[in-house]
């Protein structure tokens, strides 16, 4: 796949921070549901974590999908390059969407 990368607009340090504290958040979920397993809980009760894990890894992606269509895209239009940038979101909204 080309990488639009020249049409790449830098994260602030906000949205980095926003971006890791959510990752470190869900790492925390992840670890808790190893946890569970070691501790033999319940089938249902780990399967509601991993649902909420899903939820917010899937937030973070869509968060990320935002911005690069608000930013990157954008500029990428803005710069003539529309056409490779628009084909390369497609194709990585399809990837997203598989789940």
Known sequence: MD????SMVPRTE???QDLLKRLKRIEG?????QKMVEDDRYCVDIMVQI????AALHNVGFQLLERHASHCVAK???EGNGEQS???LMTVIKQFAKK
């Open 51 to 54: 649902s909420a894990i899903n």
């Open 76 to 78: 990428a239009i803005s």
């Open 3 to 6: 990488h639009c990368e020249n």
């Open 86 to 88: 628009m084909q390369e």
């Open 14 to 16: 906000k949205e980095v």
């Open 29 to 33: 979920q992840v670890r808790g549901v």
